[in-house]
């Protein structure tokens, strides 16, 4: 067994029996009473009817849209050298995050070599099979979205932060299980945005191990910058200077 398979693969069984066997509320209401409140939020949240709705939560319910994306960014190519489809595992993470997400990282094949001094199989694989750039592939490698995906960050943290109930929010955090194991999915899904980078970088013929140390000490908007920054996948096939799209 991989190491990313034991890893993920724990994670996601952990994550998993938590958000649905040990996840607040306990006991204070009926399971058909919570399902219904529930269900009436994420329709509200969903439908822009945010009125009595904390802003922190109205900012984490979207930011679980953005997060996917970022993730398809670096997922949809990622698949193109698996035998796994990630654009399955990406559609699905858009309504169920980290849920859909771990299996994908369980079950890649990581590049071995992402260490200093190490030939990677990445950098010979371009001339063999380069990875097409048309389709979703160029929308998802495409800097621009990047830079809008920081926008749509940014803008929702802060109104989130300038606008939100942070005493409310803790309390609906210990009675509201949908806000709960949403405020765990967006943290671990921050966490493991560094995983896929290393390869991403590689790929593209763009190995800088302290970018990479760098990005993975800052959450969210280092996974950003480097979708803002990251030459596009037009160098591989032509072999000439990145291009800015």
């Given at each position: 067994m991989r190491s990313n398979q034991l890893i993920f693969g724990t994670l996601w069984l952990l994550f998993t029996g938590y958000a649905f066997l040990l996840a607040p509320p306990v006991g204070e209401a009926s399971p058909l009473e919570n399902r219904s409140?529930?269900?009436?939020?994420?329709?509200d949240?969903?439908?822009g009817k945010w009125d009595g709705i904390n802003p922190l939560v109205i900012a984490l319910f979207n930011l679980m849209g953005v997060l996917p994306m970022i993730y398809a960014c670096l997922m949809l190519i990622d698949g193109k050298t698996q035998k796994l489809r990630a654009g399955l595992f990406s559609a699905a993470s858009f309504g169920v995050g980290a849920f859909a997400i771990l299996p994908y990282l369980a079950l890649r094949v990581s590049d071995p070599a992402n260490r200093v001094g190490v030939a990677s199989p990445l950098e010979n694989r371009p001339s063999a099979s380069p990875i097409e750039r048309h389709?979703?592939?160029k929308l998802v490698d495409s800097r621009w979205l990047g830079i809008s995906l920081t926008i749509a960050t940014t803008v929702l943290l802060s109104y989130g932060i300038s606008q939100g109930n942070f005493a409310d929010f803790a309390q609906q955090w210990q009675t509201n299980r949908f806000i709960h194991v949403m405020s765990l999915d967006f943290c671990l899904l921050t966490l493991l945005l560094p995983v896929l980078i290393p390869d991403d970088m590689k790929r593209r013929h763009f190995d800088n191990p302290k970018l990479v140390k760098a990005l993975s000490?800052?959450?969210?908007?280092?996974?950003?910058?480097y979708l803002c920054t990251r030459p596009n996948l037009s160098e591989l096939n032509s072999n000439s200077a990145p291009k800015t799209v």
């Amino acid at each position: 067994m991989r190491s990313n398979q034991l890893i993920f693969g724990t994670l996601w069984l952990l994550f998993t029996g938590y958000a649905f066997l040990l996840a607040p509320p306990v006991g204070e209401a009926s399971p058909l009473e919570n399902r219904s409140d529930t269900l009436q939020l994420i329709i509200d949240l969903s439908t822009g009817k945010w009125d009595g709705i904390n802003p922190l939560v109205i900012a984490l319910f979207n930011l679980m849209g953005v997060l996917p994306m970022i993730y398809a960014c670096l997922m949809l190519i990622d698949g193109k050298t698996q035998k796994l489809r990630a654009g399955l595992f990406s559609a699905a993470s858009f309504g169920v995050g980290a849920f859909a997400i771990l299996p994908y990282l369980a079950l890649r094949v990581s590049d071995p070599a992402n260490r200093v001094g190490v030939a990677s199989p990445l950098e010979n694989r371009p001339s063999a099979s380069p990875i097409e750039r048309h389709g979703i592939i160029k929308l998802v490698d495409s800097r621009w979205l990047g830079i809008s995906l920081t926008i749509a960050t940014t803008v929702l943290l802060s109104y989130g932060i300038s606008q939100g109930n942070f005493a409310d929010f803790a309390q609906q955090w210990q009675t509201n299980r949908f806000i709960h194991v949403m405020s765990l999915d967006f943290c671990l899904l921050t966490l493991l945005l560094p995983v896929l980078i290393p390869d991403d970088m590689k790929r593209r013929h763009f190995d800088n191990p302290k970018l990479v140390k760098a990005l993975s000490l800052i959450p969210l908007f280092g996974a950003l910058y480097y979708l803002c920054t990251r030459p596009n996948l037009s160098e591989l096939n032509s072999n000439s200077a990145p291009k800015t799209v």
